[in-house]
C-alpha cells in the first residue's frame, strides 16, 4: 500500500495558497471555505511543529470538546441498531494521531422510520430539539430527514450542537439521480459515497480531498469494487470529479487506478442523466401536489410533544398540511416564504390536536 503523506504542503495546493505565503494565510483561506476547515490546517501546522497561540489551543480545544460530545451522543445510540453513522467521526479514524477531521454535525441514517424516531426521542431525552423536518417520498415509501439541535458552547464563534438523521441514505437531486434508501455494508464504501453525494449540496473543497487521501491510504479496497459500488448508487461522476480534485495536488497511485476504473462508469451515468426525463418545473405550492410527485417539502416546528407511534402522519387541510410526528407537530411548506396567516392558522390547528389527544 502507497502512503501519502498529507502534510501542510498539500493542503497549500488543495487550497491554491502559495505555500510562500505561509501558515496564516493557509488558514485564512480555509476559514473562508469552510467554517470547520481551519481545525485540520492549525492542527497539522502543530503536528508538523508549529507552536499554538491561545486562539489555535481553543480552537482544537473546542473541536475535541464538539467530537467528545457527538462520542457521548452515539453510545447513547448504542440501542438503536437501525442507526449507522457516516462520515464524520467514522472517517476521522483514518486520520493521523493529532490531525483534527473538521468537526461540524453528525450524520446519521436510519434504516427505517420507526429507528429514525426512536433514535429522535433518545437525542430529544437528552436535551436536543427537533427542528428542520424534511419529507420526501420515493418507491412508494415516505422518506424523514431532521435535525436535532443543542445550542451552541460558544454562539459567537461556533454553530450549534447538530445531528441530522434520515431513512434515505442517499437523496440525489430529486431529478435525474434518484432517492438511493440504503447504505453499503461496508462502512469504508458508506462513508466514500457520502462524501460524493455531498457534491448534490454544495462543491468540493479540501476536506473531501482529504477524506479520500486518507481513506485511499488506510481502506483495504480494490479500484474495480469502488466503481462498481459508485455505478451501483448513481455517484460515479462524482466520485470521479472528487479523485480528479485530489490528483491536481497529488499523484497518487491508488487515485490514478481509481479514475481508470470510474471512467467507463461515470460517462454512463453521464449519458443515463441526460436523457433521463426530467418533471417540467411547476409554480405548485401544494404540499400534497410536491410529496405525491417525489419533491421534498419542508416542516417548521409548531408544537413540541412526545407522543406513542413509530411513524409521521400527514394531515392535509384546504388551506395547510400538518406533519404530526412522535416528537411534536410541524407545519408543511414548500418553499420558504409563509404567510404569517396560515403558521397561525397551523398552529392553532395542532394546538387543537394536542388537546383533543
Known amino acids: 500500500m502507497t502512503v501519502t503523506r498529507l502534510d501542510l504542503g498539500l ?30 490546517v492549525v492542527s497539522l501546522a502543530v503536528a508538523e511543529g508549529a507552536e499554538a497561540g491561545s486562539g489555535s489551543r481553543d480552537l482544537l480545544a473546542r473541536a475535541a470538546s464538539r467530537a467528545a460530545r ?69 418507491g412508494g415509501r415516505l422518506h424523514v430527514m431532521i435535525a436535532v439541535l443543542w445550542p451552541s458552547p460558544d454562539a459567537l464563534l461556533e454553530e450549534e450542537i447538530r445531528v441530522e438523521l434520515c431513512t434515505a441514505a442517499f437523496c440525489g437531486d430529486f431529478a435525474a439521480v434518484p432517492v438511493r434508501p440504503d447504505l453499503p455494508v461496508e462502512q469504508y464504501l458508506a462513508d466514500l459515497l457520502s462524501v460524493a453525494e455531498e457534491r448534490f449540496q454544495r462543491e468540493f473543497h479540501a476536506k473531501d480531498a482529504v477524506d479520500l487521501l486518507m481513506l485511499l491510504d488506510s481502506s483495504a479496497w480494490a479500484p474495480a469494487a469502488v466503481a462498481q459500488a459508485a455505478a451501483d448508487y448513481r455517484l460515479a461522476p462524482e466520485l470521479l470529479e472528487l479523485v480528479g480534485l485530489l490528483s491536481d495536488a497529488v499523484a497518487h497511485p491508488g487515485a490514478g487506478r481509481l479514475r481508470q476504473a470510474l471512467a467507463a462508469a461515470a460517462a454512463e451515468e453521464s449519458a443515463r442523466r441526460a436523457a433521463a ?19 421534498p417539502v419542508w416542516g417548521m416546528p409548531l408544537t413540541r410533544t412526545a407522543r406513542p407511534g413509530e411513524r409521521c402522519v400527514l394531515e392535509h387541510r384546504p388551506e395547510l398540511s400538518l406533519a404530526r410526528t412522535p416528537v411534536g407537530d410541524f407545519l408543511l411548506v414548500a418553499d420558504e416564504l409563509v404567510d404569517p396567516d396560515a403558521y397561525a392558522a397551523a398552529l392553532a390547528a395542532a394546538t387543537d390536536g394536542e388537546a383533543g389527544a
Do not use: I, N
Request: aromatic residues 4%.
Open 277 to 295: 426525463s426530467r418533471p417540467v418545473p411547476q409554480p405548485d405550492r401544494l404540499v400534497a401536489a410536491r410529496v405525491e410527485a417525489g419533491q
Open 11 to 40: 493542503l497549500h495546493r488543495l487550497l491554491g495558497v502559495p505555500e510562500h505565503e505561509g501558515t496564516y494565510r493557509l488558514v485564512r483561506r480555509a476559514q473562508q471555505t469552510s467554517g470547520t476547515l481551519a481545525q485540520l
Open 70 to 138: 457527538y462520542a457521548g451522543l452515539r453510545t447513547a445510540l448504542a440501542g438503536c441498531p437501525g442507526v449507522r453513522t457516516v462520515k464524520g467521526p467514522s472517517l476521522a479514524t483514518h486520520y493521523p494521531p493529532g490531525v483534527r477531521r473538521p468537526v461540524g454535525d453528525l450524520d446519521l441514517v436510519a434504516s427505517d422510520e420507526e429507528q429514525l424516531w426512536r433514535a429522535v426521542g433518545t437525542l430529544c431525552s437528552l436535551g436536543g430539539e427537533p427542528a428542520e423536518l424534511s419529507l420526501f417520498t420515493a
